[in-house]
């Protein structure tokens, strides 16, 4: 496995995060402890959840299947880097939603990041990451409860999730004015076929010294082989399936699987070395439900991708260009 700093912090993780949300929902406790085990066998050091994951199994249920995984022993905690979050409520499906038990209020977060060290059978969180923007608490209320968190050993950084280009510089320039840490990473949504974050987000990550962590590197199963599976009946669902409904999309989709087959290669393995060559990504998700997928995911980051593939993925998903000029001149 390689490894990288994540952002500016002296902290070192694998160049593959270990995405836990198929957890207790869809891969069941045996199936995945041993997941985490193959992973930290390859090297893979760094988890990341949330307090909300588990849902039909139950919020809260991922942040427990790896609590019991630590309690195995075998130095299991130390050796991971752990990332949660926090901000949606954890009110089971159906029950009315107390005000405070959700967002970023001092409160919640007290709440939340003591209930997540319960689950989790730990006293400390590695990264505490916000799980989306709060329009209603002001950052100097956000950055006081982290440092809080900090001087009690609970957590040791904060990280964002879906924040907005102007957001990330916002939280930042709050915590130097404080003299807190600020932000050391944000998870986007980016990947070959979903390159808005190239526009802003992106560009303030590197600017403030945060490490990229993207989610769904495969968009959902587009980029994973989709129409090569459906031509074996493997169904494509979800994202996939309503993606490749679009003709211009399916277009795209056949021209990526036609260039890869020419040059020997499998889909998903190519989209995420991809992301392992893009400026300011430190470490993509990848959330397996099963060994075989995992297997797929290791032999990407020793995946070299020539320029001339480069330029050619280029030419089927486009990027938005350089910011400001791509929109501005």
């Known amino acids: 496995m390689k490894y990288t700093q994540l952002g500016r912090t002296g902290l070192k993780v694998s160049r593959l995060t270990l ?9 069941n406790e045996p ?12 090297g893979v050091n760094y988890f990341d959840t949330a307090n909300v994951y588990g849902q039909g199994a139950g919020k809260g249920r991922t942040e427990e299947i790896i609590g019991t995984w630590f309690t195995q022993g075998g130095a299991r905690r130390d050796k991971v880097v752990l990332a949660t979050k926090v901000y949606g409520n954890m009110v089971p499906q159906g029950e009315t939603v107390w005000p405070n038990h959700d967002r970023l209020s001092a409160l919640n977060i007290r709440r939340a990041v003591e209930a997540s060290l319960k689950r989790l059978q730990t006293d400390y969180i ?6 989306h923007i709060d329009r209603t608490t002001p950052f100097e209320e956000i950055w006081q409860a982290v440092d809080v968190l900090v001087q ?16 990330i510089a916002q939280a930042n320039e709050t915590a130097a004015r404080r003299g807190s840490y600020g932000l050391v990473s944000e998870q986007c949504l980016y990947n070959l ?20 962590i993207p989610w769904s590197p495969l968009h959902g199963g587009l980029l994973g082989g989709a129409l090569k599976k459906q031509e074996g009946a493997r169904r494509s669902g979800g994202r996939a399936a309503a993606e490749l409904a679009k003709p211009e999309v399916r277009a795209q989709v056949q021209a990526y699987e036609d260039l890869l ?11 995420l070395a991809w992301l392992l060559t893009r400026p300011g990504v430190t470490a993509p998700i990848v959330g397996p439900r099963t060994a075989e997928q995992f297997d797929s995911a290791l032999r990407a980051v020793e995946l070299e991708l020539s320029a001339e593939l480069l330029d050619a ?3 089927i998903f486009p990027g938005p260009g350089p910011s400001p000029e791509s929109f501005a001149w």
């Open 19 to 27: 995405g836990t949300m198929n957890f207790g929902p869809f891969t």
């Open 31 to 42: 199936d995945s402890h041993s997941l985490m085990d193959t992973a930290l066998d390859a």
């Open 126 to 131: 590695d990264i505490y990451q916000f799980h």
């Open 152 to 167: 009690q050993g609970k957590i040791l950084y904060a990280g964002s999730s879906n924040f907005p280009g102007y957001k």
């Open 193 to 212: 076929a979903a390159r808005d974050a190239e526009m802003e987000v992106i560009p303030a990550a590197q600017e403030y010294g945060l490490g990229v």
């Open 261 to 271: 087959d020419k040059h020997g290669l499998e889909p998903g393995e190519v989209a």
């Open 313 to 315: 993925l280029d030419e």
